[in-house]
């Protein structure tokens, strides 16, 4: 297994994230494969193959993370028939899923200009402010973002080290603007809410009590602001996600980097945000082209 995804690194060239999904997927099915009658990954057949895919669809995973399972484990299996140790791939026969495309909803830059001049210079406005400058800054999801703790915080190299589910961890470069609204937070609202010296291991957002925010303390904060401005049934931690990856690709960004900076697993998951570019290079088109 290990040599597999070393030439998945080095010869073709797979993005850690990529890496890190295939192994992930070796692993869940080696796990299967021994509470099948004790299998090891040598002693798997078609069988088994095809009784790995039916459990992922009863445990609800995606078709994205299904097709992934079979490339990845296609790509195993052939590997090792090309170095000698296997004849025959036991996922061959099996064909991916159509994926369903997610439809995105984003904003435009002038709705997330009016947002962000929301909040006030109260404790709780710079604190707004900084929750959701970074969240447009740097794509985060709300799960990441209620987990971070100031010794994820480099203001200084002006970036954070953001931790997923699976305790994976990337880097993510922090902008102007939430680098700003950050300071202003820490050095003017932090300490009315917490009474006390900032450690390492203080969680970086907390409530009007002084605690760890939570999932649904942000979605309340989002929700306040996006009724104020005509935005409350699509104000959302997602739409600001998909927002940042949306106006990345619009000023030239690539899948492979936004991959790397959202933490996908792979690139099929950013397959969905193409389909805004298409359309926004059609709208600048129509607006544009004297002849259009």
């Known amino acids: 297994m290990n040599d597999y995804l070393e030439y998945l690194k080095k010869v073709q060239n797979k993005a850690d994230n990529t890496v890190l999904a295939y192994g992930r997927d070796l692993q869940s099915f080696e796990r299967f494969l021994e ?3 004790g299998k090891q990954l040598d002693d798997c057949n078609d069988s088994d193959a095809t009784a790995y895919m039916l459990e992922l669809g009863k445990r609800k995973k995606s078709k994205a993370t299904i097709n992934r399972n079979i490339a990845s484990l296609r790509g195993y299996y052939d ?3 090309s170095q000698g140790d296997m004849e025959v791939n036991p996922f061959a026969h099996l064909k991916t899923m159509k994926n369903d495309i997610r439809k995105i909803d984003y904003l435009e830059l002038e709705e997330v ?12 406005g710079l604190r707004d402010r900084a929750i959701m400058e970074l969240m447009y800054g740097t794509g985060i999801r709300v799960s990441e973002l209620v987990r971070l703790k100031y010794s994820d915080l480099n203001l200084r190299m002006r970036f954070l080290s953001c931790r997923d589910a699976n305790d994976n961890s990337r880097v993510i470069p922090i902008g102007s603007y ?4 950050l300071k202003d937070y820490m050095e003017k609202a932090y300490g009315t809410f917490v009474d006390k010296e900032i450690e390492a291991e203080d969680s970086l957002f907390v409530n009007m009590h002084g605690k760890c925010i939570t999932r649904q303390g942000v979605w309340k904060i989002l929700k306040e602001y996006g009724d104020r401005i005509g935005l409350s049934d699509r104000m959302t931690p997602q739409i600001l996600r998909d927002t940042f990856a949306v106006h990345i690709l619009q000023n030239g960004g690539d899948l492979r980097t936004l991959q790397e900076l959202m933490g996908f697993e792979d690139l099929a998951a950013g397959l969905a945000y193409l389909s805004c ?7 600048v088109y129509n607006r544009t082209h004297p002849r259009a």
């Not at 200009?113 to 709780?124: F, H, I, R, S, V």
């Not at 939430?178 to 609204?181: D, E, R």
């Not at 570019?277 to 709208?283: A, F, L, N, T």
Request: proline fraction near 7%; avoid cysteine.
């Open 35 to 37: 509470e099948r009658g």
């Open 79 to 81: 590997f090792r028939i």
């Open 113 to 124: 200009e009016a947002l962000l001049e929301l909040p006030d210079q109260t404790p709780k």
């Open 178 to 181: 939430a680098y700003s609204a």
């Open 277 to 283: 570019i298409d359309i926004h290079i059609k709208d």
